[in-house]
């Protein structure tokens, strides 16, 4: 035998099947070294003589391994050896054959890349060995190793899949990327493995050769084919390739598995290999260029780099780089590194600061930006070997350079020439960075959503002359999906149908795989091979080669292209390539860094940066002319300032502001220029929805960039405002109309019962707005707030037929499609509303988007951003009716064609889907929220006519504060308006049931869930939904009786015994000095009002807090009724202060005085400040007055002006300090009866003058006086009853109804004798005299009058109550002149004297005075006495058991019922907080509480903590209130029976 050494292209020489012989592309790697005695492994193949195929012999060293003829030569790999072998690879290959040779099977282990599958299929190829290749992935089951079923021709039966196939005839099993599959799946082939057997589906056997041979020894080999025993053929090899897990992520290796392997490290090149490598193919680049690139490369794969976290560089791609420096030598390498590994994107901060430093380290730092690619000059179409290929010129610097590319199959465009593609500097150059990576690589274009990805990627591909397949990827993608799919033909035989990107490669087009980031690892494993070898082999069997390999392999094997269909091999078109799109990896997070090593080396990556400010404006302005200048500025330096801020929150809210969203609110503004921006911007970020940090970060930036909200709205708007009206022809929406479309399918548009509420009807208007753009919507919201009522209200009043779409987790791509069914035994594919949609042009309502897989709602991208899609039976559907021209299986979409998407918002509870987070920003988008408040109102009042207002309102505010909960997270369930109207909905079809029990149809949900329970409970109460209360729980004051009432004598007036009638008092009138108005300033604060009848039923009915400060003191009270609104008035004085608030609102309001009266002056002066309140015209205002400096002041509260009012009297009184002498202290005091009529009395204690001020006149009049004063008590507009100081003689004084300017006027002063009833004997009792503490300054109606005195009477009269009795009645006072009867409800005993208390020492002196407030107020409506008194005045023992210990309170309301005649003690809750100042509080009050009439038959108290509490008194109110909470609780009826009417 001779040996010969196969050289390259060595001429084939013998005739016949020798000619066709291997010319195996081997020749000696490295000679002899000189002077060595080992020697290097050598690659020989010997062969015996001629024509002799069998006796071939491959020697690498001293390994040899003989040739066998290959049955089935098209299986065997071609053209992976190269023409050089470098030593390592040989070495690799020498140790593979030991292991053959053995008869081992082997694992070769390595990092990332095509070098382990290359080594593999350089040895099979040596060896002339068949191949089964498969690509594991996480789709792989058992069926895909062992046997599928298919159906053919109505039967089904087994086909012999890769494993099993290798098994039976021999071949090498090549199983690529066991890390890739699911666990559990590849322990099938451990048997096979290990002893060479396995058991099939169909019933056979495959039994290792040797003992199958032996078998055959005593048995035929018919009976063993009748046993169904197949032999396992002894050349059978399996080649494993997996990366290292962990280092790699993917699952671990199975022990048992592991062990059936011999494993072999198969890292990168060596060094000296690798820069052998690359000097050859770049001779052009300086090689100094290359070592410090292949070093660069080195370092970031040793393991130093990986412990700082940096993914592995991918030294396989080094070839094609310098293939590019070799066409422009002038180029930067630091800039080819980017593509190759784009670490600016990939990494962190310390990451990118390492891989710097090793820039740095190999000076691969050069700054030649200026060298970088500028533009694409021309681009001219060539044809080369039938393969169309494009010259291109690239201007770089000052130079031009030509390259050769893979070019498309149509007519090339040049670069600038689309029309709707506007070239900006920075997509020049990209296209150009583009183009040179197109030499020689496929292209991964990394950029945020909507920065205009696919824009760049069809200008390429129109460069070019590409045709485009876009292929949208989603999370869920099984590697099936990508390649192909089964479907089953119309007899019912299964068969596979290849995927567009199969078709695509051999079609020669583009590939856009669009969201490359979202796919799983495990999945696009499979598209590996294609990428790096363009090989491919497919499910059904076929195998896809690279365009030479297939040239190759035609010519060897002498064969047609047909003959080699037939066999399922198919040529990949040499012009075929991939764009891959995806958004930037999300630095250090785990799910979304998509970029790892083994991506890194499938592509080049070229990072899309979004447009910088002057471009963006370019684009906009080019694509919307006349869109208005001042609103874009603004608003595209706010995006801008959002995307170059590092803080996480305000990049994904720029993330939402993509140019895409830009130009959308860019055409929106150009249509509707006085539009506000920032409701354009909120609606595109969805901030309805952004948690609560994310929503104050937005609304700063809004705020700093001067985008306000607009003022009006704030403002509710009215429903008059906005009216949905269709008048001949065209439908109106508030502002915008629209013509009315004609539907050729009436019966398709929706027709919904819709209540027009304001809210929903500004939502369509903007609906409206958008629609008539061109837009398709996205309507989000949490359930039940209307999303689908105003979708089909918004398409019946447009008058468009509707195409109804629900998804759900089950949506298929295919169901959304297509809806197979069967018709006589055959599968027939009926169109889904999506494609009826698309061809009639109807309007697509997709509902429920959110609850479908994001993969499948996905493919709605490509139909609505490239108006292309492909259908589940290869029909297409494309916009372009231009495209079409004779193409087979096209939908032309119908131009009226929409999609109207509805979603949930994202996050929990919802359990969907974040689709706005996916797909948002191709979609207009709206956020529905609940109806406010008075639209909720509105629309419930439609639905129950017949339920009381008062339960309507407390559902609306129940509700509201229950979402509110929701959006805070307090509670996961967001109560919508749908449950509130199904509330409303019951209880007007049954009115008797009670709402306590109507709202737990809702909220029986959460019964289980305490703390959710809790929650709802209070809430439910503190808006008096009594939700758990039973009828009986009712706990009203107890009723004591009333002493018998007594006569008391008479009060005469002016029949003095001295003669003495009246005295005339003189008036003088003056005009009163205001300073001001000064502004201040009232701040609002908000009240957490708590209905108190939930549980119980008692005399409070409401309460709520206002924000008091520790120390501060309450010192007056007062409320106004003005046209149904009641207002309270608090004021304090440490500061002083006033609070006030609309006693049913939702805020109150709070004037701080502190610089207006001082605080104290060396600690002693207490301020004591009481308000009246004034009526119309003067409504809203209040007069303040301070006791001691006799300070007045008018408060406007509605023009927030404050005025000082300065009375004559004032001037002339010595300006003392008023703490210099406390003895001295002159107290003022005003009577404020009749503030509602706007005039007001002030006097001085111990003085001898009434002044009144007339505040509508601005005049007072001064009363002068022949006593003094101690109190006044206005008892009528005309007769004021006074009290004199030291005698408490009482005076009335009658003045005339209008003190005329000249003062003319004179008042009368009469003596008030109080006469005890006649004793006889002309003997009359001495009495004490009492001061009356409240004197009711109108009359009891004549009814209250007699059943009060128990005698039909009909007189004026006046109530009045003091210390020693509960309520006394004077009869015919103070308009009759004749003796008026005095009658007396008697004390037991007397009240203690009012006192200050003793602690208190000014100058040594016991200091003793009454308290200021009385606390007393008179209920004429109700026939009722009531005042607050300490518990020490309480009859304690009556009212509670002997058992009972009292409740610590704040006082009690002792209530005198004259109608009843009953005596009721209510308790006042204790305060939670009192002032440490607790002398100061004894001068106010004697108790922790003061009191105020409320509304005609109930009264007001504030505690000293500043707890407001609203008391119904009124028997007849109570009696209502009472029914209304029965009603509310309805009745316990469980124990009703079932009885059967009979028909009489």
Not at 546 to 570: G, H, P, T, V
Not at 619 to 628: G, T
Not at 1419 to 1434: K, S, Y
Request: charged share 25%.
């Amino acid at each position: 035998m001779q040996s010969r050494l196969l050289l390259l292209g060595a001429p084939g020489g013998h005739g016949g099947p020798a000619s066709r012989r291997m010319r195996l592309l081997l020749r000696q790697v490295v000679q002899r070294r000189p002077g060595g005695d080992r020697q290097r492994p050598e690659v020989r193949l010997l062969h015996a003589g001629s024509g002799a195929d069998t006796g071939d012999t491959v020697n690498i060293g001293d390994v040899s391994y003989k040739l066998k003829i290959p049955k089935n030569p098209e299986l065997v790999p071609q053209n992976y050896i190269s023409d050089s072998l470098a030593q390592s690879v040989v070495q690799h290959l020498r140790w593979i054959m030991q292991k053959d040779l053995l008869g081992q099977d082997v694992f070769l282990i390595g990092p990332p890349g095509p070098l382990r599958r290359s080594i593999a299929m350089q040895y099979l190829e040596l060896t002339k060995r068949e191949v089964e290749y498969i690509a594991l992935s996480r789709d792989t089951t058992e069926t895909d190793l062992k046997q599928r079923r298919e159906i053919r021709a109505g039967t089904a039966f087994y086909i012999d899949q890769c494993a099993v196939r290798a098994a039976t005839e021999g071949r090498t099993l090549i199983l690529e990327g066991l890390e890739k599959a699911e666990r559990n799946v590849l322990p099938v082939l451990n048997n096979l493995l290990e002893n060479r057997e396995m058991q099939l589906e169909d019933g056979r056997f495959l039994m290792s050769a040797e003992r199958y041979d032996k078998l055959l020894r005593d048995h035929t080999k018919k009976e063993l084919d009748s046993w169904k025993i197949v032999r396992v053929s002894e050349n059978f090899r399996v080649i494993a390739l997996g990366l290292p897990v962990p280092r790699y992520s993917g699952n671990p290796l199975d022990p048992p598995l592991r062990s059936r392997f011999q494993a072999r490290d198969i890292y990168y090149l060596p060094f000296k290999d690798q820069l052998k490598l690359l000097y050859s193919i770049g001779a052009n680049v300086s090689a100094e260029k290359v070592s410090q690139l292949l070093s660069f490369a080195t370092t970031l794969c040793s393991q130093e780099s990986s412990t700082l976290g940096l993914p592995d560089f991918p030294l396989d791609s080094l070839a094609a780089a310098v293939q590019i420096l070799d066409s422009f030598p002038m180029m930067p390498i630091k800039h080819a590194i980017q593509w190759l590994y784009p670490y600016s994107i990939l990494l962190g901060h310390e990451g990118k600061m390492a891989v710097e430093g090793v820039l740095k380290r190999f000076e691969l730092q050069d700054s030649g930006s200026s060298l970088l690619p500028k533009e694409i000059v021309k681009v001219e179409k060539m044809m080369e070997n039938h393969v169309s290929q494009a010259s291109v010129t690239i201007r770089i610097a000052d130079k031009e350079v030509t390259i050769k590319v893979p070019a498309g199959t149509r007519l090339l465009s040049q670069p600038c020439a689309s029309d709707r593609f506007i070239q900006t500097l920075s997509h020049k150059q990209l296209q150009a960075e583009m183009m040179q990576s197109h030499m020689v690589k496929d292209i991964c274009l990394i950029g945020g959503k909507g920065c205009g990805k696919t824009v760049i990627a069809k200008n390429f591909a129109d460069t070019l002359g590409y045709n485009i397949e876009p292929i949208m990827l989603y999370q869920d993608m099984t590697a099936r999906d990508l390649l192909q799919q089964r479907y089953t033909l119309p007899n019912g035989d299964t068969a596979w149908r290849s995927s567009p990107l199969v078709n695509a490669a051999l079609e020669g087009k583009l590939v856009l795989l669009d969201g490359i980031h979202r796919v799983n690892a495990g999945t696009l494993a499979v598209l590996q091979r294609l990428i790096h070898d363009r090989e491919l082999s497919l499910y059904d069997g076929s195998r896809l080669l690279r365009e030479d390999r297939y040239m190759r392999l035609k010519e060897e094997l002498q064969l047609s292209d047909e003959q080699l269909q037939k066999r399922s091999i198919f040529p990949i078109h040499p012009s075929f390539r991939i764009i891959a799109l995806a958004e930037p990896p999300v630095i250090g997070s785990t799910a979304h860094q998509w970029l790892g090593p083994e991506f890194l080396t499938m592509f080049f990556f070229h990072y899309m940066k979004p447009l910088v400010k002057s471009e963006e404006i370019q684009v906009i302005k080019e694509k919307v002319p006349n869109v208005p200048q001042e609103a874009l500025d603004k608003l595209l330096s706010f995006t801008h300032k959002l995307r170059e801020t590092q803080d996480p929150t305000a990049q994904s809210l720029a993330a939402s502001l993509s140019t895409r969203q830009l130009l959308r609110i860019s055409r929106r503004l150009s249509q509707y220029p006085n539009e506000n921006l920032h409701s354009a911007v909120t609606k595109a970020c969805l901030s309805r929805f952004l948690p609560s940090l994310a929503r104050s970060a937005l609304e700063k930036n809004l705020a700093d960039a001067t985008i306000e909200i607009n003022t009006d709205d704030n403002l509710e708007p009215e429903l008059k405002d906005y009216k949905c009206e269709v008048t001949s022809g065209t439908l109106r929406i508030g502002a915008v109309s629209a013509p009315i479309y004609n539907a050729h399918e009436k019966m398709k548009v929706p027709d919904v019962l819709f209540y027009d509420n304001i809210q929903h009807v500004i939502v369509m208007e903007d609906m409206l707005k958008d629609f008539l753009l061109g837009e398709h919507l996205l309507l989000v919201g949490n359930q039940g707030v209307g999303k689908n009522k105003i979708v089909d209200r918004f398409l019946h009043l447009l008058n468009r037929p509707r195409e109804y779409i629900q998804l759900h987790r089950d949506t298929t791509v295919q169901t959304l499609t297509l809806q197979p069914s069967v018709k006589d035994g055959l599968i027939v594919y009926e169109d889904s509303p999506l494609v009826k949609a698309v061809k009639l042009g109807h309007i697509l309502v997709v509902d429920e988007a959110d609850k479908a897989p994001t993969n499948v709602t996905c493919i709605l991208k490509t139909l609505v951003e490239n108006g292309e899609m492909i259908l589940a039976d290869g029909r297409r559907i494309v916009a372009n009716s231009a495209n079409v021209n004779g193409r087979e299986n096209v939908v032309v979409i119908h131009p009226d064609f929409r999609m109207i998407v509805l979603a949930n918002r994202p996050g929990f509870p919802f359990l969907g889907n974040d689709f706005f987070g996916t797909l948002g920003d191709i979609f207009s988008c709206h956020a529905v929220d609940n109806p406010k408040p008075h639209s909720e109102l509105e629309m419930l009042r439609q639905y129950g006519p017949n339920v009381p207002e008062p339960i309507l309102q407390k559902l609306v505010a129940a509700f509201g504060e229950l979402r509110s909960l929701a959006d805070q997270g307090i509670i996961n369930y967001p109560y919508s308006t749908r449950e509130v109207v199904n509330i409303v909905k019951h209880l007007q079809k049954f009115p008797t049931e009670g709402l306590s029990s109507v709202v737990r149809n809702v909220f029986d949900f959460d019964s289980y869930n305490n703390d959710m329970r809790e929650i709802l409970i209070n809430t439910l109460h503190k808006y008096g939904i009594p939700i758990g209360a039973k009828p009986t729980s009712v706990q009203l004051a107890k009723e004591l009786t009333l002493p018998e009432q007594t006569f008391m004598g008479y009060w005469t007036i002016g029949q003095a015994r001295s003669g003495m009638q009246k005295l005339l008092c003189p008036v003088e009138t003056h005009h009163i000095d205001i300073k001001g108005p000064a502004l201040i300033n009232i701040q609002e604060y908000p009240i957490e009002r708590h209905e108190e009848r939930s549980l119980n039923f008692t005399e409070e009915c409401a309460s709520w807090r206002i924000p008091l400060d520790e120390i501060n003191i309450i010192c007056d009270i007062a409320t106004s009724h003005e046209n149904e609104q009641n207002t309270l008035y608090v004021v304090t004085c440490n500061p002083a202060s006033l609070y006030f608030m609309n006693m049913t609102g939702k805020s109150g309001f709070f004037v701080d005085f502190f610089d207006i009266f001082p605080r104290t002056a060396n600690g002693v002066w207490h301020p004591f400040v009481t308000v009246a309140p004034l009526g119309s015209p003067l409504k809203g205002q209040v007069v303040l007055h301070e006791q001691q400096s006799n300070v007045i002041l008018l408060l406007d509260t509605t023009g927030r002006a404050l005025h000082r009012l300065i009375l004559p009297s004032e001037k002339f009184t010595s300006k003392k300090p008023f703490w210099w002498n406390k003895e001295e202290a002159e107290t003022y005091k005003m009577c404020k009866e009749f503030s509602h009529k706007n005039w007001l009395v002030f006097y001085k204690e111990k003085g001898n003058s009434l002044t009144v001020l007339d505040v509508l006149e601005g005049r007072t009049h001064t009363i002068s006086l022949p006593i003094n004063l101690k109190t006044v008590f206005l008892v009528a507009e005309d007769k004021w009853l006074l009290v004199e100081s030291k005698t408490n003689q009482k005076y009335l004084l009658t003045k005339p109804a209008h003190i005329e300017s000249e003062g003319s006027g004179v008042c009368q002063l009469y003596v008030l004798k109080e006469e005890p009833p006649s004793t006889g004997f002309g003997v009359t009792q001495e009495t004490e005299f009492s001061i009356p503490h409240k004197i009711s300054s109108d009359q009891l109606s004549s009814e209250h009058l007699s059943s009060a005195v128990e005698q039909k009477i009909a007189s004026p009269n006046r109530i009045l109550s003091d210390e020693k009795n509960y309520a006394t009645i004077v009869v015919g006072f103070p308009d009759l002149m004749s003796p008026s009867e005095v009658y007396s409800w008697k004390r037991p005993s007397s009240l203690h004297k009012r006192s200050g208390t003793d602690t208190s020492f000014y100058r040594g002196k016991k200091k003793r005075g009454t308290p200021k407030q009385s606390n007393c107020v008179t209920l004429l409506d109700t026939n009722q006495v009531v005042r607050i008194l300490p518990p020490g005045e309480v009859p304690l023992k009556d009212i509670y058991p002997k058992d009972v210990t009292p409740p610590q309170t704040s006082g009690y309301i002792e209530v005198t019922d004259l109608q009843s005649k009953k005596l009721r003690y209510i308790p006042i809750p204790r305060s939670e907080s009192l002032s440490p100042y607790t002398t100061w509080l004894s001068t106010i009050s004697d108790t922790d509480a003061l009191l105020a009439e409320w509304d005609k038959s109930g009264v007001v108290t504030v505690d000293m903590g500043g707890h407001i509490r609203l008391w119904e008194t009124g028997l007849e109110r109570l009696q209502r209130s009472l029914m209304e909470w029965r009603n509310m609780i309805g009745q316990d009826d469980r124990n009703m029976q079932n009885w059967p009417t009979e028909e009489s």
